[in-house]
């Protein structure tokens, strides 16, 4: 079988068996459970806590010790059994510890085959830059394809005990989508034992120095201060990476409690209208190697930024109807270049600068100080900053104010990025991979 479509079989599963939940597990717990604002950050922020523990072990474990593909097979298949467990859960408090070692198990896998990807794709003598794209795109695909699943077949547990459009009924609604991402997960991790041998390219004998010793290398590169910058801005940026997971699906569904809105495709199909991000993403995954090398890292992570910017501003103004489905519509298609330019740029930035010999442990890096320290402070203080200043009299929720003030948020840190980093772009130094 072609080694690529192998990999891309992967990229689509990797995402699937997380879109399967993800944003639709605010609406689960906020409005089905009738949890509050700062229960669900808890809860969210254990993707966060999870992103700074185990992806630097991982990258210590796939750089020195294990293959790659037998270290991501058992870690898909451990986060598939504890999604099992959480349609059970009926305490916010325990669903915590749950989510939290199914994340321990989960986020690592995210930098994991974006580096095995890397690897399987330089072993064969295969241009990373070029071809990196065209298979994580597929990714968002899985990604798109479960969140449907997902909402046209009501398996959110959130609108109606229908299921399959109206031939199937349960006599109580359940939160399918766990069982989903469960499933999918333990197929993955299955299929990753199949994948072409990937063992440790740095020998922990020929170890210098306590840090390279412990695998703990990758901090060195917080000594270059470039690299730091990056890291550091990479860090505030993941704050805001997570918020539109958290909390789009939960906004738009919302309005359901507002007779003129109640019944609009938007409403009765909020997660439809919220994978319209990652149908965005899809094409702006495809333009990042023109964008990486004619502009350079730092210009396409300011894009990146000022996306973000418009992507918070447009929510602001955004309602299901009119013009305000239009800037839903804005907003999510705005998405695709935010979330890209960050998350994919980043992570081939991080590929091309660092030392084949630690290029696993790196990536753990960036991934801990994204979606590990960046998560945990995105999810705490917006969970913390809607329930003070955000939720009405009435108890409904001031969206409007709460996007606006992200927006401004991501516009700060756009604007000491630009002022900050430095970087002179070479663009024959992008797309040099060698292993």
């Not at 910017?309 to 695709?336: E, H, K, N, Q």
């Not at 104010?401 to 002179?424: C, D, E, N």
């Amino acid at each position: 079988m072609n080694i690529k479509f192998r990999l891309t079989l992967l990229s689509f599963l990797q995402f699937f068996v997380w879109g399967a939940w993800l944003t639709t597990i605010a609406t689960y717990c906020l409005s089905t459970k009738g949890w509050t604002f700062p229960q669900f950050g808890a809860i969210f922020s254990t993707l966060g806590i999870a992103s700074i523990i185990t992806p630097p072990i991982v990258g210590i474990l796939v750089d020195k010790y294990i293959n790659s593909e037998k270290l991501y097979g058992i870690l898909h298949i451990l986060y598939g059994i504890m999604m099992f467990f959480v349609p059970g859960i009926n305490d916010p408090e325990q669903l915590y510890w749950i989510i939290l070692i199914a994340m321990f198990f989960y986020m690592p896998t995210i930098s994991l085959s974006y580096s095995l990807i890397y690897r399987v794709l330089s072993d064969n003598n295969s241009d990373v830059v070029t071809n990196f794209p065209k298979i994580r795109v597929w990714g968002t695909v899985g990604f798109i394809i479960a969140m449907w699943i997902t909402n046209f077949t009501n398996f959110d547990y959130t609108q109606s005990d229908i299921l399959s459009f109206n031939f199937i009924k349960l006599a109580t609604p359940t939160p399918l989508q766990f069982y989903i991402a469960s499933a999918g997960a333990i197929i993955l991790g299955l299929y990753a034992f199949t994948l072409p041998s990937c063992p440790p390219e740095n020998n922990k004998k020929d170890a210098n120095g306590i840090l390279e010793k412990l695998g703990l290398n990758a901090f060195v590169l917080f000594k270059n201060p470039k690299m730091a910058s990056f890291f550091i801005f990479s860090m505030f940026l993941g704050a805001a990476l997570q918020l539109t997971n958290m909390y789009a699906d939960v906004f738009i569904d919302s309005f359901k409690n507002i007779a003129a809105y109640k019944d609009s495709f938007a409403v009765k199909y909020s997660t439809v209208i919220v994978s319209i991000s990652q149908i965005s993403e899809t094409l702006f995954i495809l333009a990042i190697p023109f964008f990486l090398k004619k502009y350079g890292i730092k210009k396409v992570m300011l894009m990146s930024m000022l996306a973000w910017v418009l992507r918070f501003g447009l929510f602001s103004v955004g309602y299901p109807t009119g013009f305000g489905l239009f800037a839903l519509i804005l907003s999510m298609i705005v998405y695709g270049m935010a979330f890209d330019f960050f998350n994919i740029s980043g992570s081939l930035f991080v590929e091309t600068s660092t030392d084949s010999k630690l290029r696993g442990s790196a990536q753990g890096l960036f991934m801990m100080m994204t979606n590990g320290i960046g998560a945990i402070i995105g999810s705490k203080a917006s969970g913390f900053i809607i329930e003070k200043y955000f939720i009405n009299t009435d108890g409904s929720t001031n969206w409007s104010g709460a996007w606006l003030t992200f927006s401004i948020y991501a516009l700060v840190i756009a604007i000491l990025f630009g002022i900050f980093f430095k970087h002179k772009h070479n663009p024959e130094a992008i797309g040099n991979v060698s292993h």
